[in-house]
């Protein structure tokens, strides 16, 4: 058997800026399902932290009360493995923020990989990120909602990490979907 990775990973759900279908720079809505079906994922694959980073302070209370839920009375008891996926899920204001809060946590600021479905200037493949995680330094993904993230979080990254391909020329996945194949394929054994 494989070694298993042992990772400073950590994720961010980006809901601004990015793009809506027509190119136009919008704050996409939180679904629950995301923050349940990621939480759940982040859980499976070890990852430290899992932020929902929007701007609207209606969503923001929206994913906390649907954290408070779950991590204390009826939702506790009734399911607690979803307590356990929910313990590392954040919810933060804006990325600026979101990096302060895990520069505080990790005591240095983590090495920025965004995802999206094109090629990039800044692409890394998944092989040359996996050394870099083993390093052991934090390292934060950023998954956009809506369609994709604005090309102003491009410029503050790091590195952009290479596509996911398909077979066809169809190529939005879910990012339910998307941080599944990612995770698996960063630190699978």
Known sequence: MADIIKSNIHLALIHYPVYNKTGEVVTSSVT????HDISRVARTYDVNN???VTPLKT???LVGRLIEHWM?????????TRKEALLATRVMNNLTETVHDLTERCGQ???????????????????R????????EPVLLLFGTGWGLDQSVFNEVDYVLDPIN???EYNH???????????DRLLAR
Do not use: C, W
């Open 32 to 35: 629950t399902l995301d923050v």
């Open 50 to 52: 899992f932020y929902v």
């Open 59 to 61: 969503q923001r209370q």
């Open 72 to 80: 204390t009375g009826y939702g506790a008891e009734y399911n607690p």
């Open 109 to 127: 600021k983590p090495l920025m990989v965004a995802t999206g479905a094109k090629q990039h200037s800044k692409s890394i493949d998944y092989q």
């Open 129 to 136: 990120l996996k050394k870099e995680i083993r390093q052991g």
């Open 166 to 168: 398909g077979i066809g």
């Open 173 to 183: 996945l879910p990012v339910r979907a998307a941080i599944a194949i990612i995770l």
